[in-house]
């Protein structure tokens, strides 16, 4: 059981970060695996755990919000392996040109 969790983990690390990312010493590793640990627990959603993150489990899911409503700041991690998504504050009277859009030319299917 050990050896499944553990080729599971290492299979993980391989497709989402190392296939990705040119690892170039030691130091740089341990930064790397750190930062990519904090993305996995704090915001990365898990199917096993219904979409939640593991920070998330112990509380329950957050209260539903209309994103129509919010402008949305996404962040990449690690220089793009990984993006985390956050609702920006803003004022309610703003336009909706102020919304977060898509470059012009891109569909939706395409920012995948």
């Given at each position: 059981m ?6 599971r983990?290492?299979?993980?690390l ?8 040119l690892?170039i010493?030691?130091?740089?590793l341990?930064?790397?695996l ?10 990365r959603?898990?199917g ?5 993150t593991?920070?998330?489990?112990e509380?329950?899911p ?6 129509a409503d ?8 690690l220089?793009g392996p990984a ?17 977060f ?5 891109v569909t ?5």
């Amino acid at each position: 059981m050990a050896n499944a969790i553990c080729e599971r983990a290492i299979g993980e690390l391989a497709r989402e970060l190392f296939d990705r990312t040119l690892i170039i010493n030691e130091e740089h590793l341990r930064r790397t695996l750190t930062t990519y640990l904090v993305h996995r627990n704090e915001a990365r959603p898990h199917g096993a755990l219904g979409q939640l993150t593991p920070a998330q489990a112990e509380t329950g899911p957050p209260a539903p919000v209309n994103l129509a409503d919010y402008r949305i700041h996404r962040k990449a991690i690690l220089g793009g392996p990984a993006h985390e998504y956050q609702i920006a504050a803003w004022t309610p009277g703003q336009p909706p040109d102020s919304y977060f859009r898509a470059p012009q030319g891109v569909t939706e299917g395409s920012m995948l």
